[in-house]
């Protein structure tokens, strides 16, 4: 089996602060992890993955993920957020060899002028 | 870019009619999927397709069917609508392989309520 959890159902920051969103996630074997993000009345819009290597990665505006193995976490991050950040973010995991992508709650987040 | 396409955005139905929701994926993907979405229980598995006439139930697929003719198309089939399918439904779609590092692209999706 395989979960993730998103602690926040909703995280407010300023502009120009730096933003966090938390993901935990649970799996067998070795976890392929993924952040999307989704815009009002949007589908949503892959981010960033993390697969192997580099426990830090980057991705699309401006975000990036630490995953952390004894943790098991892989928190999402930006140095400094925008207003246009505003939006719903998902954390998901899969398990190598599996088709099926397993997504947390969501993280409504606001990011005030 | 990956472009996958929903037939409606907005839809509404009556109780007890068929429905049908269309997907249209122009990259060549094997792998297609529809998720529901709810407020608070984020996105929900109903089926996946790896291929061509063949499918997988995901987590939810009571009330639901899915057909794949061809490569590019998977459709949704609501056979009997209720009010609890009420909800967004999501399409996506997936470059092949088992591995699972591949992301998924996701269509606008379709909310569609049942009255």
């Known amino acids: 089996a395989q979960s993730v959890a998103q602690p926040e159902d909703q995280v407010n920051v300023a502009e120009g602060n730096p933003l966090t969103v938390k993901c935990t996630y649970s799996?067998?074997?070795?976890?392929?992890l993924f952040w999307y993000v989704q815009y009002p009345n949007r589908g949503l819009q892959f981010l960033l993955k993390?697969?192997?290597?580099?426990?830090l990665v980057k991705g699309s505006y401006g975000f990036e993920a630490e995953f952390n193995k004894s943790q098991t976490s892989f928190h999402l991050k930006k140095p400094s957020a925008l207003v246009s950040d505003s939006a719903l973010y998902f954390c998901?995991?899969?398990?190598?060899?599996?088709?099926?992508?397993?997504f947390g709650a969501g993280t409504t987040v606001t990011v005030r002028a | 870019d990956v472009k996958v396409t929903q037939s409606s955005r907005y839809l509404v139905k009556r109780t007890g009619e068929k429905v049908f929701l269309e997907c249209v994926q122009d990259?060549?993907?094997?792998?297609m999927f529809w998720y529901r979405q709810d407020p608070g229980l984020g996105l929900r598995l109903i089926y996946f397709?790896?291929?061509?006439?063949?499918?997988e139930k995901g987590d939810i697929p009571e009330g639901y069917s899915v057909s794949r003719e061809k490569k590019e198309r998977f459709s949704l089939i609501l056979e009997s609508a209720s009010t609890n399918q009420t909800s967004m439904y999501l399409c996506?779609?997936?470059?092949?392989?088992?591995?699972?590092?591949?992301?998924?692209?996701f269509g606008p999706g379709t909310r569609l309520t049942v009255t």
């Open positions: 996506a779609s997936s470059s092949p392989g088992t591995l699972g590092a591949y992301e998924q692209y």
């Open positions: 799996v067998s074997g070795n976890p392929y």
């Open positions: 993390y697969i192997t290597g580099d426990n």
């Open positions: 998901a995991v899969r398990r190598l060899g599996d088709y099926k992508l397993s």
């Open positions: 990259m060549d993907h094997e792998n």
């Open positions: 397709s790896y291929d061509v006439k063949m499918k």
